[in-house]
């Protein structure tokens, strides 16, 4: 998923990096971890850090792989989420190639905010609607939140390249390539998403009861009414 430089344009790359300064502004505004969110922020970082490393090489130039937007994203919240994906995707790029330096807007774009942010607003969505506690209902939400992660973030990338004049293949070629492969992959995404986030809240519900985003699962809330009565 991650866009090499020479694929897409200045006129794509350069509304992508404009619209990633405004998240990164505004995450940095925002952003809040408690004490001890901020050892988990650094354990997620370098978690998908080298999970991202696992690519499969797929047609138009560009790769499949984990992405863990979601996990990150629904963990820590929106905003430290950006920030964590753009650590990541900043150190492969200057490290190790892997993105390009001038399509680094678009590949945050992606990855860091519509696979952080999307999943994030699902969650919350599907959060009110069935008020899951523990159990399949829950395993399902974060489920559909991880596989939108990956699958929307593949469709964002694959429109930018199908569309880019610069790109050796056309939006009928990389766009189903993009979204097939990130289909399966945001499904073993997703098991990985479920289980991670399930541990912790059997091993460090205290860490979640901060999250901006799971700590609003009905579970906290009673029992933060709990304590209080």
Same mark, same amino acid.
């Given at each position: 998923m991650h866009l090499p430089d020479g694929f897409i344009p200045l006129s794509f790359a350069i509304p992508a990096f404009i619209i990633t300064i405004v998240f990164w502004i505004i995450s940095f505004k925002k952003i809040k971890l408690s004490e001890k969110q901020v050892p988990m922020m650094g354990l997620l970082t370098a978690l998908f850090f080298a999970a991202m490393f696992i690519n499969i090489p797929i047609i138009g130039g560009? $790769? +499949?792989?984990?992405?863990?937007?979601?996990?990150?994203?629904?963990?820590?919240?929106?905003?430290?989420?950006?920030?964590?994906?753009?650590?990541?995707?900043?150190?492969?790029?200057?490290?190790?190639?892997?993105?390009?330096?001038? +399509?680094?807007? +678009?590949?945050?774009?992606?990855?860091?905010?519509?696979? &952080?942010?999307?999943?994030?607003?699902?969650?919350? &969505? *599907?959060?009110?609607?069935?008020?899951?506690?523990?159990?399949?209902?829950?395993?399902?939400?974060?489920? $559909?939140?991880?596989?939108?992660?990956? &699958? *929307?973030? +593949?469709?964002?990338?694959?429109?930018?390249?199908?569309?880019s004049p610069l790109a050796p293949y056309g939006l009928n070629v990389i766009l189903p390539a993009m979204v097939t492969h990130h289909f399966i992959i945001g499904i073993v995404e997703g098991i990985v998403t479920v289980i991670l986030i399930i541990t912790l809240l059997v091993l460090r519900p205290d860490v979640l009861e901060k999250s901006p985003i799971l700590g609003k699962l009905s579970i906290f809330k009673y029992k933060t009414k709990s304590e209080e009565a």
């Open positions: 560009t $790769t +499949a792989h984990i992405l863990g937007g979601a996990a990150i994203g629904l963990i820590l919240g929106p905003f430290a989420g950006l920030i964590s994906m753009s650590i990541i995707l900043v150190l492969q790029a200057l490290l190790f190639g892997d993105g390009g330096l001038i +399509a680094l807007g +678009a590949n945050v774009l992606n990855m860091g905010i519509i696979g &952080v942010f999307i999943p994030c607003i699902i969650f919350l &969505v *599907l959060n009110k609607l069935f008020k899951p506690k523990m159990g399949i209902s829950l395993y399902a939400i974060i489920f $559909t939140c991880a596989l939108f992660s990956n &699958v *929307l973030a +593949a469709i964002a990338a694959g429109l930018q390249v199908g569309l």
